[in-house]
């Protein structure tokens, strides 16, 4: 069974970019929400195994999304994506439940480790 | 060539022109309500954005003002700096010269200099006074550059795009039906206009059609990954090649296609490649070489997939035909090579010797085949033993307009999709001989069967068909050669219309389970016309033949 991933990111090229690397490495990508409502909805329809989760989004802020994401969908592991510069946020995300965190911009390499790390034991923080 | 880096090019283009004028607006907002805090959340989003799209696409310049600005914003959004003086000249500077880089990517352009725009930034973002210029020169040039620009691209669903195709199907049948009209009351203002209303339906058909275009490679980019998980499940050493990403077709074919090249794929690595130590011992180099490339061939696109593997043994193949009661033993020895390969992509027939998870699961070749058929495509199968095997997928460019060779039967024409036609032939009576009931003819130096149209299309019920007789020729025998599956099939017409561009409509019911059939088309006169399906009337010859 390949593991089913939600994309959350507002932008188009990140979410592209985000799916050709996950689906090339063989796994389902089950959704592309572009802000927090999206995000809430999608998370609850689609019951994916693995959520990346960017940092800043249009409507809520990507905390507060992934709060409410904690409980909407508690077995999914959550992801952060942010670029540089947010590490107050990306710290609290971790405290708050987040998986890993992955830095823009990223290597293939560093997100599917990272996502497959996360996907396997839930490991403690990573960073790329 | 349209790569991956193209397309994640264009995404990033489409994006930053789209924040750039998101940027502009909300700049205004705040310049009226320095303290307007949606505005400058929008703001510090759109540049964290932009700085993180432009940092992937490597444009360092460009991420490096967009990420103080984005600094610049969030201590303006936490009140550690005031929206006010020399402060918003530095941001409409910054905006300004974001909107110069982007519009410098589109137009494929060395990003224009930065530093001093920089240094300022780094200035105002750590509470110092910028170093500005005399305000009126650079005022000017701002301006000047500050147009509005709205992205180049939209994004469409195909659904959309199917239904203009099938709308500009249903306008060319009126327009031919027009055309026709128009030159049965030959009034000359009517001709002209028709003429006109050709002319434009005809850019139209092809524009639409033209937008339903992709490259190949969002198709090709996708199998790296998948040779490499069979190659490493069946402890292979592949090198994988792709060409020809950029070559265009249409989205649709693309889909229906994709199960298909996968499944030649995974058959090529598990079934065609041999392993490092057989390789060796062939005196073949350890690595095995795979190659799939896209190229153009007429109005088709033509997919292929080669390896330099073991190749197809053909007398293997012959034996296993037998065994599973595909072909009878006494007519194997008659086929050649062409033909057996072909058996491989018959229902229910599979080579492998082990089911392995890759390419086992006891699905044959058979659905390339049928993939094909839905199309209107063709196989081509080239091998030899020991040195490789190159698959060749014949595809329409498009699915909406087809070549056809239209011909008469019975005073009633009928379509053949060109797809399937080899050539015509005017046969004299003395260039036809009669095999054991079917009449035969020579085309370069390879037997041809020839069968009239008409008996394919009046026979009923399980009776062979009657057995040519040399005095039934009488004069010149118009010849259809229709291709199917490497056999070659001339079907005798009463004589050829014209070829057209014709536009293929599903049978409605009860006419849909007649296979010889195809689909329906409309002529300009408006009578209807049956396009008829090459593979059946290749398959009802074989089944039936005397």
Redesign the interface.
């Known amino acids: 069974m390949n593991k089913r991933i939600l994309i959350v990111d ?5 979410r ?2 985000l799916k ?1 690397m996950l ?4 796994y389902e990508v089950v959704g592309e929400a572009a802000n927090g409502a999206q995000a809430l909805e999608m998370a609850a329809s689609t019951e994916p195994d693995l959520i990346t989760l960017d940092v ?3 409507d809520n802020t990507g905390l507060d999304v992934l709060k409410s994401l904690r409980q909407i969908q508690p077995s999914a592991k959550v992801v952060m994506c942010s ?1 540089v ?2 590490e107050v946020i990306v710290t609290e995300a971790i405290e708050n439940g987040a998986m890993a965190y992955i830095v ?3 290597s293939e390499e560093k997100v599917l480790e990272i996502v497959g790390a996360a996907l396997q034991n839930g490991a403690s923080e990573q960073t790329a | 060539m349209k790569t991956r880096d193209q397309e994640y090019r264009e995404l990033f283009m489409a994006e930053a022109l789209e924040y750039y004028d998101s940027m502009s607006r909300h700049l205004s907002e705040l310049e009226r309500n320095p303290n307007a805090g949606p505005a400058l959340n929008e703001l510090f989003r759109l540049m964290h954005n932009l700085k993180a799209n432009a940092r992937a696409m490597g444009f360092t310049d460009l991420g490096e003002v967009a990420h103080q600005l984005e600094t610049l914003f969030g201590l303006i959004r936490d009140k550690e700096r005031e929206f006010s003086g020399a402060l918003i000249r530095v941001v409409f500077a910054g905006v300004d010269a974001l909107g110069s880089m982007i519009r410098a990517v589109g137009a494929n352009q060395p990003l224009p200099d930065a530093t001093a725009l920089l240094h300022n930034l780094d200035l105002v973002v750590r509470g110092e006074a910028p170093i500005l210029e005399e305000e009126e020169a650079a005022e000017t040039e701002e301006e000047s550059n500050r147009k509005m620009e709205l992205s180049d691209l939209v994004y469409i669903q195909v659904k959309k795009l199917d239904n203009l195709l099938n709308l500009v199907g249903e306008l060319v049948i009126d327009r031919d039906r027009i055309m026709t009209l128009a030159q049965e009351l030959d009034n000359p203002a009517l001709l002209a206009t028709a003429q006109h209303l050709f002319r434009i339906s005809d850019d139209l058909q092809y524009s639409v059609m033209d937008a339903r275009l992709v490259g190949v490679g969002v198709l090709l980019n996708k199998f790296p990954r998948v040779v490499r998980d069979v190659a490493s499940a069946e402890d292979k050493e592949v090198k994988l090649t792709l060409s020809g990403q950029d070559v265009q077709i249409d989205r649709n074919i693309l889909q229906i296609i994709t199960d298909a090249l996968l499944h030649l794929v995974r058959n090529a690595v598990s079934h065609g490649l041999e392993t490092t130590e057989n390789r060796l011992k062939a005196g073949k180099p350890p690595i095995g070489e795979l190659t799939l490339s896209a190229m153009t061939e007429r109005d088709d696109v033509l997919l292929q997939v080669r390896d330099d593997g073991r190749g197809i043994d053909t007398e293997a193949v012959r034996r296993k035909a037998i065994e599973r009661g595909l072909i009878t033993a006494k007519a194997a020895p008659a086929l050649d090579e062409q033909a057996v390969w072909a058996l491989l992509f018959e229902p229910g027939f599979s080579m492998a010797q082990q089911v392995t998870d890759i390419s086992g699961r006891g699905v044959g070749l058979d659905v390339v085949k049928l993939a094909l058929d839905s199309l209107g495509g063709q196989l081509r199968v080239d091998s030899e033993l020991g040195v490789g095997t190159t698959f060749t997928l014949v595809l329409p460019t498009s699915i909406a307009v087809k070549g056809a060779l239209l011909v008469e039967v019975n005073e009633r024409p009928y379509a053949i999709p060109l797809m399937h036609t080899d050539t015509v032939l005017a046969l004299h009576p003395g260039q036809i001989s009669i095999v054991g009931g079917v009449m035969v003819t020579y085309l370069h130096e390879q037997s041809v069967p020839l069968v009239p149209l008409r008996q394919l299309l009046h026979d009923e019920g399980d009776e062979p068909l009657p057995s040519a007789h040399k005095s039934d020729i009488e004069g010149t025998q118009h010849v259809l050669v229709v291709n199917y599956n490497s056999r070659r099939l001339g079907l005798i017409v009463d004589r050829f219309i014209r070829q057209q561009n014709i536009v293929i409509k599903p049978l409605s019911k009860p006419l849909d389970t007649i296979d010889l059939f195809g689909g329906v088309t409309l002529l300009g006169s408006g009578q209807v016309c049956l396009v008829l399906d090459v593979p059946a009337l290749s398959r009802l010859f074989l089944t039936k033949r005397p």
């Open positions: 507002d932008s188009f090229y990140m592209t970019m050709n689906t090339d490495a063989g800043i989004l249009p670029a510069g947010q823009k911009p990223f």
